[in-house]
């Protein structure tokens, strides 16, 4: 069954828009972590940020934010002012601690392009 | 500061034959390192995890195996390949005391 779910397989804006994706998932641990990923064309992952189920404040890093919707499962991803380099594929993933180890589920991801 | 180096950048390789891809990082001491697989077009599955030297776990075998002869090295094999193995190979690593993973270049495999 999948574990992280986004919706979106594709999603466009124009530069200066702000931007959310979303993203669903599913777990029976009170501690988990969701990340966002971004994966250039060329297949490098870059990480965005990430939020910690535990924490109530919406996670911020530069111009990416998220908001957290913790008793619906789901959080979004808030892209401000987007550029053409922001254009690739978003990736959602779950992560729980399970046994000592850091497992990720990853969702199928949303390939965003920013029209300049 | 980090690098994350893997090799090759890409293979073409017979089904049937071995392979060896290898992950190695630098300016990081006793990493937690991760290999996933993710098929073109699909989303990534994390294969196995390595605390430390020596000891490999497997989350999904997928017919591979992996090996850490090193603190800083990782690598992931098969002594046959399958069609199925096509896709792209990510090493990651992240420290003990954080939570994000940070992933290598990746290797390109293509099965034919």
């Known amino acids: 069954a999948q574990r992280v779910t986004q919706v979106q397989p594709t999603g466009s804006s124009q530069w200066g828009e702000e931007v959310t994706l979303d993203c669903s998932y599913e777990?029976?641990?009170?501690?988990?972590?969701i990340f966002w990923y971004r994966q250039l064309f060329s297949g490098e992952m870059v990480f965005l940020i990430y939020q910690p189920s535990f924490d109530t404040q919406n996670q911020r890093s530069g111009r990416y934010s998220v908001v957290f919707q913790k008793s619906f499962k789901s959080i979004s991803l808030v892209i401000s002012a987007s550029q053409p380099e922001d254009s690739g594929t978003y990736f959602c993933a779950l992560s729980e601690l399970i046994t000592g180890y850091q497992n990720f589920y990853f969702g199928k991801g949303t390939s965003l392009t920013v029209i300049p | 500061a980090q690098t994350i180096h893997q090799w090759p950048v890409a293979e073409i390789k017979a089904v049937g034959s071995p392979l060896s891809l290898g992950c190695t990082i630098k300016?990081?001491?006793?990493?937690?390192l991760y290999w996933y697989w993710q098929a073109t077009g699909g989303t990534l599955q994390q294969l196995f995890y390595s605390i430390t030297v020596g000891q490999v776990e497997s989350v999904v075998q997928l017919n591979l195996s992996a090996s850490r002869p090193k603190d800083d090295q990782f690598i992931l094999s098969t002594e046959k390949l399958l069609l199925s193995h096509s896709g792209f190979y990510l090493c990651?690593?992240?420290?003990?005391?954080?939570?994000?993973?940070?992933f290598g270049p990746g290797t390109r495999l293509t099965v034919l």
């Open positions: 777990t029976s641990e009170y501690f988990y972590r």
């Open positions: 990651a690593w992240r420290t003990g005391g954080s939570y994000e993973q940070y």
């Open positions: 300016g990081k001491s006793s990493p937690n």
